[in-house]
Nanobody, 115 residues
Framework: QVQLVESGGGLVQPGESLRLSCAAS????????MVWYRQAPGKQREWVAS???????KYGASVRGRFTVSRDNAKDSVYLQMDSLKPEDTAIYYC?????????WGQGTQVTVST
């Protein structure tokens, strides 16, 4: 069983930054590939970024160059540093992992980018 809890969302203006955190339970965290998704109102869920157990990272085209995913295995946590935020980044952000055939999701954290 894996539990994921996101935090760090909020309301920011365009061009500002936010850092999301996702804390995981489970003794095998260092082995998980962790993934960030987002879902904007009225839109399908979108893959944002992922980081493997050996720190290999990938990004969606819409966030590449602005967002950075990282992990701290000592803290069982993964992070999403979001810079140069745009109104179109407004969404609920979720962290997720697939472990031993099961999908695990956090409850999500709201990010709103608006003037």
């Amino acid at each position: 069983q894996v539990q994921l809890v996101e935090s760090g969302g909020g309301l920011v203006q365009p061009g500002e930054s936010l850092r999301l955190s996702c804390a995981a339970s489970g003794s095998d965290f260092s082995l998980y590939t962790m993934v960030w998704y987002r879902q904007a109102p009225g839109k399908q869920r979108e893959w944002v970024a992922s980081i493997t157990s050996d720190q290999f990272t990938k990004y969606g085209a819409s966030v590449r160059g602005r967002f950075t995913v990282s992990r701290d295995n000592a803290k069982d946590s993964v992070y999403l540093q979001m810079d140069s935020l745009k109104p179109e980044d407004t969404a609920i952000y979720y962290c997720s992992t697939l472990w031993r055939g099961n999908d695990y999701w956090g409850q999500g954290t709201q990010v709103t980018v608006s003037t």
